[in-house]
């Protein structure tokens, strides 16, 4: 193999060459210190156009994991608000409750709904307390607002009740601060009201009035609560008329009741059922 050597003159003409390169360029640049500011100023413009699309992708991705978190908190703000709500319906139902046994002095027992069919004509609710706990059939179930409905079956820890809400449903009542009788029942018409029959046409029954049990049918107490009075409409060929009545439980909302114990008088229910074998 053979080396061809550069003479002496041929590297230093390279070496000038690249010195005067360098030099030139060290030049340029002290003398040109604007022209670098310019293109340093034109740089920064081109790169703030090509982030900006990029800083919007980053805002928005950004503001998609705020709006998940907020939405998660959101919904878990809701849930407790939701639970406070329930808890302060429930203390104040509770607190009237208490004040209601406080002020009657009938036995009762505390009991709660466990169960509610309200989407027929034979309604009916569940409650949490039975036979065991001295329940019986025909006894009132009452809340602070007023009556709610009837025992119909028991077992030893859960009774079935009858609502008025419910096409068998009958109770002696009568319009507080009257003397006016008669039956209240479910109104088939009118799904949220109840209907009081056999009062008579000379019987002035205001708007708004109260109607209570009357403790006449041997099986609901006296003074019970049913509703008031929102209107009246007399029957046509009788002289009686039908006074319609807005409950004052709302069977939807109600939670917590009463059972009123309440034992019938026997020697009432063995002349009734003399009577009614009379006609037999």
């Known amino acids: 193999?053979?080396?061809?050597?550069?003479?002496?003159?041929?590297?230093?003409?390279?070496?000038?060459?690249?010195?005067?390169?360098?030099?030139?360029?060290?030049?340029?640049?002290?003398?040109?210190?604007?022209?670098?500011?310019?293109?340093?100023?034109?740089?920064?413009?081109?790169?703030?156009?090509?982030?900006?699309?990029?800083?919007?992708?980053?805002v928005y991705r950004t503001a998609l994991q705020t709006n998940e978190q907020l939405g998660q908190q959101n919904i878990l703000l809701q849930d407790e608000l939701n639970r406070l709500?329930?808890?302060?319906?429930?203390?104040?139902a509770l607190r009237a409750m208490l004040e209601l046994q406080d002020t009657l002095e009938r036995d009762l027992v505390p009991v709660k709904i466990v169960a509610k069919n309200l989407t027929?004509?034979?309604?009916?609710?569940?409650?949490?307390?039975?036979?065991?706990?001295?329940?019986?059939?025909?006894?009132?179930l009452i809340n602070s607002d007023g009556l709610i409905g009837q025992v119909i079956v028991t077992t030893p820890g859960h009774a079935q009740i009858m609502p008025f809400y419910n096409a068998l449903f009958?109770?002696?009542?009568?319009?507080?601060?009257?003397?006016?009788?008669?039956?209240?029942?479910?109104?088939?018409?009118?799904?949220?009201?109840?209907?009081?029959?056999?009062?008579?046409?000379?019987?002035?029954?205001?708007?708004?009035?109260?109607?209570?049990?009357?403790?006449?049918?041997?099986?609901f107490p006296a003074h019970i609560p049913i509703g008031n009075v929102i209107r009246t409409e007399p029957e046509v060929g009788r002289d009686t008329k039908k006074v319609f009545i807005r409950p004052y439980v709302s069977l939807h909302q109600i939670a917590e009741a009463f059972i009123v114990r309440y034992t019938p008088e026997e020697e009432v229910d063995q002349l009734l059922l003399q009577y009614d074998g009379l006609f037999q």
């Open 1 to 58: 193999m053979q080396f061809t050597l550069r003479k002496t003159e041929d590297i230093k003409d390279y070496v000038l060459t690249v010195g005067f390169i360098l030099l030139a360029f060290v030049f340029m640049v002290s003398r040109h210190d604007g022209g670098l500011q310019s293109i340093r100023k034109v740089s920064v413009v081109a790169l703030s156009y090509l982030e900006r699309p990029l800083s919007q992708a980053r």
């Open 85 to 92: 709500r329930s808890v302060k319906e429930e203390s104040r």
């Open 120 to 140: 027929g004509i034979n309604n009916s609710l569940t409650i949490n307390k039975g036979s065991r706990e001295g329940v019986e059939s025909g006894m009132a």
């Open 170 to 219: 009958r109770v002696s009542a009568r319009i507080q601060g009257s003397r006016a009788y008669g039956i209240v029942s479910w109104s088939t018409e009118q799904s949220s009201e109840l209907v009081m029959n056999y009062i008579p046409q000379t019987i002035d029954v205001p708007i708004g009035s109260v109607v209570e049990t009357s403790g006449y049918s041997n099986q």
